[in-house]
Structures are given as structure tokens and as C-alpha cells.
């Protein structure tokens, strides 16, 4: 078996480190190369203290060229507008590229209104939005923007309903472990500040909401920022997002039919588990550590809750960008990905 | 100063201790009887140990008129269909009750229809809903139905808006912490199944939506079942409610003007705490161990999202009851009550 | 009743803000400073939100004199190294002090090896360290020395059977939540790095340790730092430290008589609960919120397994320092300080 | 490549279900049953609702001999004297044994004292402590006792310096995640009673003790039951245990010697990962999930702070189980085990 040769720009936060650990377990592919401009010539695991014994590889700062002569896929995990500075030379290169930053998610006037600054390299209609369940068209890629975590679970806890144009308002209310905020310290992730608390945040204006209308509006015309509204909230919890989709119908709804729905739309696709009636609510420990999309609704007379759980260091990151990968090269989708959750 | 005599009927479980940690502080009240039928005869420490050293009393078993005849008001802090096996007994001896119960929350029929048993205590009109914000005719009663911990919160988040007559839909997402369940373990209370997880629970149909119906619907009389919606979560968190209403409303909205109802609603209400907009939104370690319910709002085009936050065991039940028997026996309704909150 | 007037020099951090918080609760207390450097001039309430409606006061920074002018005692709540400039202006203007920072506590020459800096006010034995149960001298003191967080519960742990000189080890092995380390983020306090975990940290060298070995020295001629140990730990807590005392002792035990020497010892001290062998061990959950150090134990053969349990923020800290100021001030030593602890 | 069977009996509980979590990633292994009297004729998949689509069995309750008639190996993880029950059959019916109860850990009147019931399948010698890292023995055995959870990170600590014949006493203080205690709620698992606490119990009498002193006994003869001793704590935490070891020397100590010491015994132990002196103290994260315990050390004058951190659910019981069949079925000992640890 050949191995592919993957490289890893920005390997110091969480999302870099969860692709080392995922891709540890693939076993079609290696990871050749990890980036980090300030930690360059250090050893990888003098950060990640608990791949010791498993990766063997120090910090590098190679120019796009390099990394592309080495690798037969990179990831891009740096903030964004740090990957349109760095995607363009490494596709010039040859290379495939799962851009895990928000840089190719959304057309180039929708991003520059939403993070605030010019892009320097639109491309629309360039990069797939590399939701594999909506996307398939990932599978011939040269260039994936891997979604949000926030809008992997809003999305695809709705996407049936709005597909069947049945939406009228749709609210989703979240519940994501800090991890989403990254590796530095800060006064949200403080533990006192956190732990025994719940923090409602940016919850009219998050920078996930254009992505959620985006993707819902393709399936639903008639759904736009008028009605799809979105709150995140910081729980007490390091991994996991858990998605409470409030669904206002335009007319009433049939149990048995909204769920049937949800299992025909989802019928083909590995990573998302739809509950049965009896089977109880999604929660996160049942996907932790896994690239599972956990789905379970409830209906009432005119309207449905929606619940989706997913770890956001998973199938909201480095596990959706391995299954994007994964399409890319022609491998299975479910390649090296079956990792079972850790529950308890 | 005369001192009150207060009675707890229902003392081994969360609510009747914290009843007991709040009126230790309480200058003019002093707690006389602890009733517990199975642990009649233990001392009250035994059981809660964190009191060891500041009350010397044994729980006890005695009749209602026993009761009635040592107390100024008693506080019956048992499981929903016992309260209304004691309370008629209590108010016939003359003494005051405040009920932390569901069984007089509600008209007997809905009652009826939401906990499922016959009501053997049917006395519309005779019990106020004790949430003083809005029903300031506590201060004469003689019976008070305290609220459920999730319709304070949810009510006291949409109330001027409601009254306004400006809600088309109302959705309520809370989230809250475990110790609302109880003090008996459970799977759901289990540490390994909570911590490190979110759950949804009856998203649809939770006995508390009764409550949230009927006040809301007192204010606005458009508001029903098929547009107040609300959802419980349990969070990690041991103390706290944080409820996220989402109130989309029947025409577009004002910032100003919106925060302004809510702080010319809540003005004279000592313990209703608004933040100002650039405040930042409530949380549960601000109102940790106190009887406050902080509020905070943030308005998008056609809607507004109010964060509410208590503490469940507070505001949510102890507190909120002796909030009540302030009122009712013609103290100031903050004596003893200003305790303030414990953060971090 | 006269109130007495209290500063608080240094009250941006979590011993400040605890401070507030009981000194609200004190009958015969007042706050009438709180100062600041970064903040003067912004109301306190601005940065300890949950103090909203409580507190009317503005951060300040005034000269040590202008502050003794005003205050009957001031509680000096600043980093060890900065009590040293202030508290003898304090003094000399006649206010009494007490001093939470670690500059007053150890001889000089042992602080000055501790802390590595020199010491700009010696001043040995003109300073009480402020342990109530074993130092009643505080009673007269115009400056006392509020102890460590670890040394308050590992002291008290231990201190019966160093006086009956039985010891030949003692190991103290602390669990602490990571309030003790303060408000400011850092990567011991990061969520992710801190939930679902335990940090072992200065293992063998904490600066807590020469309080310790001092105070027990004090009992027992022979204890010193070749067989007193210290270990702390940060715990998954916000609040509490668990202090595991392992006493191997000289001769065999007898275990009604060593829990009698605890019980007599600590007989009269009002925040000892020395707990009957039927109880079970203390808990962080039994001392929250409040001034009790909760004492435990179990004999084996040759060694005694003491378990002690603080409220880090109180006994710890703030509490204590009320207690101190109580006795300073001729006022019972409970004044205000009875404040039951919030379980659950 | 033939796929070893494997059948697991017990697998309601956590370790059953970690076993399947982890034999699912094994590449030469596969599970063939599953047991559980209660659960039989159900799915697998409704009990362990994250392993859904992962698996596709049903519990049975089949004899021991129709297990050994399937089976190449068998994992029973029943209570302890549950096994004594079934293992025998087991055996006779020529499959081979790793066992996760208590029954075989011991001699059979050390078991008998320690547990308060006769041993009904005495067998001393007739099983291997199921240490590898000191008992390579496993690979020729067919019955092996795999260690208790405490046990595997209180030994390893201690081992080398046991063989070297360094210590004069050793006090293991263990901080243990809940998960130890079961699957089934109780008391201490309530999460009320464990967020925000460290609880101390048995602590001079956990049944894990006997196990701590017989391994050490064997390498260093002078230790017993009078100078190793062993307290248990739990933390509010899922997984892991961190034991922090006390360990006084009979001399002074030399900081280079004694890690040398640790690197050369476990240089060649794939499982065991010893911390150089600049790279900080193991903690649960780095080794969550896996089946790696981590040691570090930090030496004072007369005695050496070792710290280890293991996942007691892998390492501690299922993952060791599975190293343990490894050698017993002549696989590498690290096959199907090297499974990254999930951090954050």
C-alpha cells in the first residue's frame, strides 16, 4: 500500500494536533510535514506532550514550493486570513488543499463584510464548501474550505427539513465546549470563569451565521437572515457542540414523516446517525472523539426540535477535513475514520 | 425584634436545605420545625452535614396542626400531588403557607392534565402565583404557590415584552444545572453521563411550559401553546439557570426603546438586575447563591434575544419563597435576602 | 452600633472581591476603600458584576495615609513583594493592618530565600502570623500576617498531634481549586488544560512549605524540612482546598484517643468541626462559601490519615482575615462570619 | 490475515464497553461475544448507543463452554467473585483467559481477608499478575489476573526504586476520575456531590492495597503493610488516575541516578513513558484514552516525588487486558494499542 504524504500548516493549536491524531490511525496516510513559524526546528511532541512515542517529527517553516514538492494534501489550519496568504502558492504547487480556516467558506463580498478586511484571493466558485453530506462534489476538489463547527451541526441537523421547503423560521441555539476557542488562554476559557457556567455570546452576529444561511438557503429559497438565526453559548465542556434546532414549520407535522425525512436524506451518509423515536436525544458523549453526527428530533403541533451533536475537533474540524481528504483522493470516505467515540 | 416562626414540612432534600442556609441569615425569622418522615428523629445535621455547627434541631414528623400551632408561616418543600395532602390542614390551623410545590401553580384542570393525577385540593383563585415581579398581591395571601425554577427564569426574561404586546414567537432555551433533579442519584445526575455533555429533555412537553403559557398569556393574550415554546437542557453545573429567549416579534424593533421597557418594567424591583448594552449578558456566576435574576438583551432586526440567568435553588425556589413570606408577613421583601452572589 | 470603616488596598482580584462579599454580610463593618492602580475612577461593580446593586463604590487610589485617615483597619490584598512598600505607611499612620500577601509571615531571611528578593521592612516578630486557632495574640496586634491557603488547612491538620509531639513524618498532599492562583488567565487555568484533570506542581519546593515548617516547629521541636513534606495539586474546582495530612507517627496509635486530642484541641475554636469517627471525612462541598476548616481522620497502625477541608477564598484567605480583623477590633471572633456553607 | 474471536463476558459495564471500543480498532482481533444475563437478546448498540453502527451484536447468555467453543480468548469483566464462578469452565474448555476482577489477583487467603468470602477455585500460581512491565511471564500464561486500576499506577511509580532497594516508606496518594466506581449512580457519583469536590475514602483500608504491596514486596523485601500505605480520592473527573508517590528513602538521593534508574527499567516497556527532568509532570490529558502510563519525578533530600498518570479505563483495566492478550496469543505486545491519547 502506497502511503500519501500529508502536510500540516499551522500544527501548534488544537485543530493541527487533532489532525496528527487522527491521521496517526489512517492507514493510507502519514503526516511528512508540520508547520509552526514560531516553534520551527522544535520537536512536536515538546508541545503536544502526548503524541510522545508516536510522532517523530520536529516543527518546520518551509515555503509553500517545499511543502508542495513533499505532500500529496495539506491541510491549512491558521486563522483566517492567514490562509489566502498561503493557499494560492500551494495549489500554484500541485498540491490538494483542505482549507480549515474561514478564507474559501463564502463569497469573497459576504467574507470581507463579515471578518472585516479585503480578500486578497477570490476565487469564488473555487473551493467546494466541504460539507461532504451536501457536497460530494468535494470528491474532485483541488481546494475545500472545511465549514465551521457551529455550522456543521446547524446545517445538518435542518438541511432535510429546509430541503422539503418546510421551514418558515429556523433558531438555532448551541451549546459548544471551549475547545472551539483555541489553545491560548483568555478570559472566557479561565476556568472560574467557566466551569459551574453557561455564556451566551455574539448571539445575533456570530461569524457563523452567513454560513448556515448560505447552505440553508440553497436547499429553502425562502430561507435568509430574516429567519434563520443563530446563538452560540460556551458551556462547561472542553469537546463537543450540541445543536438545539428550533424549527418553526409552515404548516403542521407528522411525526412519523419529518423522521423518515431525516433517515432517507441521511440513509448513505457514514457519519451521520439518525435516533430512532425511542432512542433518546443526541448528547456528546455518545460522538466524542469521533467524526459521528449524532441527529434526534422531536415534533410538537407546528414545529420540530432538532438535536445535533458533534465533536467540533472532529467532525466540526480536523475529522471532516480527513473526510474531505479522504474524497479528494479517491479513497473511501470512511477511511481511517471509524474511530469509535469514547463514551464514558 | 419578635422573632418568626417558620416550619419546613419536606426538609431532607435540596430545597428545604437551602431554605435553612437562607434563613440563618434572615434577621427576623428563625426556623422552629424540619419535618422528614423518614429521617424523623436524626438530627438535622446528620443529614446536611455543611450545617453542622449553626442549627441544633432534629427533624421531626408532627401533624399539620402541630405544626400550625408553633408557626408564623411554613414552607412545604415536597414532590408535586403531597402538598396537597398537607395544605389544607396547614391553612385550616392559620398559619401561612408558602407551597414550593407544583399543585397550586396551575387551574385544577391543567394541573390535572399536565401531572396527570386528580387534584383533591381544588381551590382556583385561592393560591397566588408567587412571583412578585408580577403578582405583587402575595403581600396579603395566605396560601402562595412558589413558581417552577424554568418559568421564573423564562417569565421574568419575556415579561415586558409580552405586556408591550410585541411577541409573535417565543422560544425558550434553558440550560441548567443538575441540582434542579434532585437530591436522589440518577442516570441523568450520574457524574460520567453529565460532566463533559449537554442534554436535551423534553423539549417539547416539560410540566413547567404550563406555567410559562399562563403568565405569559396574562400579559399578552396572543401568547399560547402554539407560540410559547420552550426547552430544558441540563448543563455540568451544579447551581444556575440560564434561559436564552428567543422572542421573534411582530414587527422590527428598537434597541433603545427595547432595553428601556425592560429596565422602566424592572425599575422598582429589587432583585431584577438589567445590564446595560455594553454590560455584557447575564451569567450563572453573578447570581450564584443570591436571589437575583440578572438580565440582559441584545436586539436583531425582527426579533430580540433576552439572556436571563438565576440561581435555581435561589431565586428558583428558597429564595424566591421567602421573597414571598417577606411579602406576606409585611417585612421589606429584601430582609435577609441580600446575600450577595458568589463569584467566582 | 458604630461602624467600623475598612479599606481594601488591592481589589481588582479574587481576594478583594471576597473580601466585599463577607464584609457586606458584617453587622459592625463597612467598606468605605477599595483601591486600585489600573482601575480608579471605574465603579467596583464594573468589574465585579455580580456585586451590582450591592456596592456603590468607585476603585480609588489614594496615599496610605489618606486611607488610614478614613479606616479603623485595612486589608492590604496585593501580590507578596507589594505589601512590603504600603504596610508600614499604614502603620505609621495609625490604621491596623492585615496583610494577606506572604511578606509578613516568615523571618525575613526566610522570606528573602524563599521569594528571592530582599525584604524592605524587617520587622521579625513585630508581625502576628494570623492563624487564630494557634495565635489568639492576634487579639492585640496592630499587624497581623493572614496565612497561606495550603499552610491554613495542612497546619490545622496536623497541629494536635505536632503538639503531643507524635510525629515523625508528616506528608501533606493538597488538591486546590484553581481560584488560588487568581484572576488572571494563564495556561494552568485554561479549561481544556485544567477540566478532566489533576496537576501535580512545585512538588517538593512550594513557598508554602517554610509556613508550614515554621508553625509546626513552633509544636514540635523535632519537625522541620527533613520530614515535613508538602505537595499541592490543582484540582478541576473553583473553590476549596483538600488537605490529605499522611502522619506516620513515632509509636503505635490509638484511635479514640487521637481524635480526643483533635476534639480537645480545637474545642473551643468556633470554624473547627472536628468530625465524630461515624461522620465520613470532610468534603470541599461542606466548607463552600464559608469560614469552617472542616477536620477528619482515620488511625491505621503506626500513622494517622488526617483529611482537611478549606474554603481557599475564606478560611483561606478573605475569611480569615475577617476573623483576624474581628479579634484585632475586640469584636466576638464570629462576628459576621457564621455564614452557613452553600452545598450543594 | 486470520482474525483472532474474542468474547467478552460482562459487557454492560464500563469496561466491557471500553474492551469493545478498543478491540474495535485491533486489527487482528474481532469480537464475537458479548454477555450479559439482564441484557440478553437486546443489541449491543441500545446500551452503548456511541458504538451505534460501529457494532453489530446482541448480549447473549451462553455457557462457558459455548463461549470456549467460539472463542480464541476471553475477557470476563465481572465483579470480582463473579469470575470465580466461570472461570474454571472456561478454562476446561481449553480458550484462554484474561480476567478483570479481583478474584485471581491475590493468594487465596489474602483474597479471602480482603474480600470477606471464600475463594471457591483456589489456584495460587495458577495465574499471572497481569503487570507486563513486570511480569513478561503473561505471554506463556492462560489464565492471567489483569491488575486492579490503583494498582497499575501505584506500582509502576514505585518499581524501580523498590528493586533498587531505596525505600523506607511509600505512601501512594491516588486522585481516581468516578468512572472507577461504575456504570451504576450512587452517592459519590451524583454530580452535585462530586463537581466542584475531592472526596477521600477508605483511606487506609482500600481493597487495591494488598495488590500495591505484594508487587512491591517481591522486588524490595523489606516493604509491607507497616510502610507502604495507599489512600484513595476521587476528583470531579471521568477518566484517569493520577497517583502521586511519596517516597522516602532510606538515603539521600542523587536527582540524575534516580531517573536513570527509571528510564533503564522501562526503557524497553513500549507502554511506559518516563518524563526527562525539563519536560513537567504527567497529568490525565496526555494520556486519556490510551494505554500509556506516564511518569515523572522530582527528587528532594531524602525522598522522591514520582507522579503517574493513567486512563484507568485503558491502562487500567481494558487496554492493559488487551496488551495482556497480546502476549498471551504471541502478537506484538503493542498491536491494535497504540492509540493516540486525546487531548484537549
Not at 509552526?36 to 516543527?59: E, M
Not at 467558506?105 to 451536501?134: C, I, K, M, N, S
Not at 478570559?187 to 452576529?205: K, Q
Not at 407528522?254 to 436524506?265: D, H, Q, R, T, V
Amino acid at each position: 500500500m502506497t502511503m500519501l504524504d500529508i502536510g500540516i500548516v499551522g500544527g501548534s493549536g488544537y485543530t493541527g494536533c487533532e489532525l496528527m491524531r487522527l491521521l496517526l490511525q489512517h492507514p493510507e496516510a502519514r503526516v511528512r510535514i508540520v508547520t509552526s513559524r514560531r516553534l520551527a526546528g522544535t520537536p512536536v511532541t515538546d508541545t503536544h506532550k502526548h503524541l510522545a512515542g508516536l510522532i517523530d517529527l520536529s516543527f518546520e517553516n518551509p515555503s509553500p514550493s517545499e511543502i508542495a514538492d513533499v505532500c500529496d494534501l495539506v491541510f491549512t489550519a491558521v486563522p483566517h486570513s492567514a490562509a489566502m496568504d498561503i493557499v494560492p502558492a500551494l495549489l500554484e504547487g500541485g498540491v490538494r488543499v483542505v482549507d480549515l480556516s474561514a478564507d474559501y467558506r463564502l463569497p469573497v463580498q459576504v467574507f470581507e463584510a463579515t471578518y472585516g478586511r479585503a480578500h486578497t484571493d477570490p476565487r469564488d466558485g473555487g473551493a467546494v464548501f466541504g460539507l461532504p453530506e451536501l457536497h460530494p462534489e468535494s470528491a474532485g476538489a483541488s481546494l475545500v474550505a472545511n465549514p465551521g463547527c457551529y455550522p456543521t451541526g446547524a446545517i445538518l441537523s435542518a438541511a432535510p427539513l429546509a430541503k422539503a421547503g418546510m421551514i418558515k423560521y429556523a433558531i438555532f441555539d448551541s451549546k459548544s465546549g471551549i475547545s472551539g476557542a483555541g489553545v491560548d488562554p483568555s478570559e472566557m476559557s479561565h476556568y472560574p470563569n467557566l466551569a459551574e457556567n453557561v455564556r451566551a455570546y455574539n448571539v445575533t452576529t456570530h461569524r457563523h451565521l452567513p454560513e448556515i444561511v448560505q447552505e440553508l438557503g440553497l436547499l429553502e429559497d425562502a430561507l435568509n437572515h430574516t429567519n434563520v438565526f443563530f446563538t452560540p453559548h460556551v458551556v462547561p465542556v472542553i469537546r463537543g457542540i450540541l445543536t438545539t434546532a428550533h424549527l418553526i414549520l409552515r404548516e403542521g407535522c407528522e411525526p412519523n414523516a419529518i423522521l423518515n425525512l431525516y433517515k432517507e436524506f441521511y440513509g448513505d451518509k457514514p457519519f451521520v446517525r439518525v435516533r430512532e423515536a425511542g432512542d433518546g436525544l443526541p448528547n456528546l458523549a455518545d460522538v466524542r472523539g469521533s467524526n459521528f453526527c449524532d441527529i434526534g428530533l422531536v415534533c410538537g403541533e407546528n414545529r420540530v426540535v432538532v438535536v445535533s451533536a458533534i465533536d467540533n475537533l472532529v467532525k466540526g474540524a480536523a475529522g471532516q477535513a480527513i473526510q474531505n481528504m479522504n474524497l479528494m483522493l479517491g479513497l473511501p470516505e470512511t477511511r481511517g475514520l471509524l474511530i469509535p467515540p469514547m463514551s464514558p
